[in-house]
């Protein structure tokens, strides 16, 4: 590492207690102590849970106290496949052309020209080869080995994840004619698809682009402060009705206060992309901040949960 390098490090105590997470020597704390510390390095603010109000405080809370077996399912992103489907119907699924336990395990010259390769269990992992010929294969296996060894349960303190088994799917290439895929993220609140997070450029953090919107179209007065925002609203997905009704019956159907759902719209089909439990580990950087209270209060909370 260079010396600039080291004094960035340093400059940013965030980077500090991650690294100190992932490598497991975070892990005499327990999960509300985890999350506390987190959210304090990251937001600035203490995280306040007696009690819970705004929408952070509230999906924690619930990343806390509900724990129901199946979430480990849900949020395993290769057999979470298999429980949408039986849901939706597997015509919304995107086909999986293999699966791995370890970059050891990839053959490239089986798969097609063009491909994704992701982990099932975190965001970091992910490769989208449009030509195979030009894909840098060290570099992807660098990238995936990297994110198999990571325990995100031990990062983040998500309950769900800590039982997942960590493995690397092959997924067909999929493009919706913007050059890639957009994903539209529903938001539903007690069972009920309230409104669109609409991302692109996914690829690259740095440069890619998110905004709320109504179903209508309409730019929410909130945004995320930490990533890049749309100049222009995009267009609404081909399908959008289908794709309400689907979360619809998909949010009633795992029965939460609070869930993500992802999709993609691709020649008119929808297609499911996963399910979020905990959006940004519940640092979801929203301004203006009020909305984070206002949000919070369409979440509401069972009563008499203990946390297990």
């Given at each position: 590492?260079?010396?600039?390098?080291?004094?960035?490090?340093?400059?940013?105590?965030?980077?500090?207690?991650?690294?100190?997470?992932?490598?497991?020597?975070?892990?005499?704390?327990?999960?509300?102590?985890?999350?506390?510390?987190?959210?304090?390095?990251?937001?600035?603010?203490?995280?306040?849970?007696?009690?819970?109000?705004?929408?952070?405080?509230?999906?924690?809370?619930?990343?806390?106290?509900?724990?129901?077996?199946?979430?480990?399912?849900?949020?395993?992103?290769?057999?979470?496949?298999?429980?949408?489907?039986?849901?939706?119907?597997?015509?919304?699924?995107?086909?999986?052309?293999?699966?791995?336990?370890?970059?050891?395990?990839?053959?490239?010259?089986?798969?097609?020209?063009?491909?994704?390769?992701?982990?099932?269990?975190?965001?970091q992992g992910l490769v989208i080869c449009r030509d195979k010929a030009k894909?840098?294969?060290?570099?992807?296996?660098?990238?995936?080995?990297?994110?198999?060894?990571?325990?995100?349960?031990?990062?983040?303190?998500?309950?769900?994840?800590?039982?997942?088994?960590?493995?690397?799917?092959?997924?067909?290439?999929?493009?919706?004619?913007?050059?890639?895929?957009?994903?539209?993220?529903?938001?539903c609140f007690n069972n009920e698809p309230k409104f669109l997070y609409i991302?692109?450029?996914?690829?690259?953090?740095?440069?890619?682009?998110?905004?709320?919107?109504?179903?209508?179209?309409?730019?929410?007065?909130?945004?995320?402060?930490?990533?890049?925002?749309?100049?222009?609203?995009?267009?609404?997905?081909?399908?959008?009705?289908?794709?309400?009704?689907?979360?619809?019956?998909?949010?009633?159907?795992?029965?939460?206060?609070?869930?993500?759902?992802?999709?993609?719209?691709?020649?008119?089909?929808?297609?499911?992309?996963?399910?979020?439990?905990?959006?940004?580990?519940?640092?979801?950087?929203?301004?203006?901040?009020?909305?984070?209270?206002?949000?919070?209060?369409?979440?509401?909370?069972?009563?008499?949960?203990?946390?297990?």
């Amino acid at each position: 590492m260079t010396l600039n390098g080291l004094k960035s490090i340093i400059k940013r105590p965030w980077n500090i207690i991650y690294g100190l997470s992932w490598r497991g020597m975070l892990d005499w704390m327990s999960d509300e102590a985890h999350f506390k510390l987190f959210y304090r390095e990251y937001m600035g603010k203490r995280l306040k849970l007696d009690p819970p109000r705004s929408f952070n405080e509230k999906i924690v809370w619930l990343s806390l106290h509900d724990r129901r077996p199946e979430y480990t399912i849900m949020v395993d992103k290769h057999k979470a496949k298999e429980y949408v489907g039986n849901i939706i119907g597997h015509e919304h699924i995107i086909p999986t052309l293999a699966v791995y336990d370890s970059v050891n395990d990839i053959d490239f010259d089986a798969l097609p020209d063009q491909f994704v390769l992701k982990t099932n269990h975190d965001s970091q992992g992910l490769v989208i080869c449009r030509d195979k010929a030009k894909l840098d294969r060290k570099t992807a296996i660098e990238k995936l080995n990297n994110a198999i060894q990571r325990d995100f349960y031990k990062s983040t303190r998500e309950w769900p994840y800590k039982d997942v088994e960590r493995k690397i799917i092959a997924e067909k290439y999929m493009d919706d004619g913007s050059g890639g895929l957009r994903d539209y993220k529903i938001f539903c609140f007690n069972n009920e698809p309230k409104f669109l997070y609409i991302s692109e450029g996914l690829e690259d953090h740095s440069t890619a682009k998110m905004g709320f919107f109504t179903f209508d179209g309409e730019q929410l007065p909130f945004y995320r402060a930490d990533y890049n925002r749309f100049e222009q609203a995009p267009p609404m997905p081909e399908g959008l009705e289908e794709m309400i009704a689907i979360s619809d019956k998909l949010a009633k159907k795992i029965n939460r206060p609070f869930v993500r759902l992802d999709f993609y719209s691709v020649k008119g089909t929808i297609y499911f992309g996963e399910i979020t439990l905990c959006p940004a580990c519940g640092k979801n950087k929203i301004e203006p901040e009020e909305w984070l209270y206002t949000l919070g209060e369409w979440i509401t909370l069972p009563e008499n949960m203990e946390e297990k």
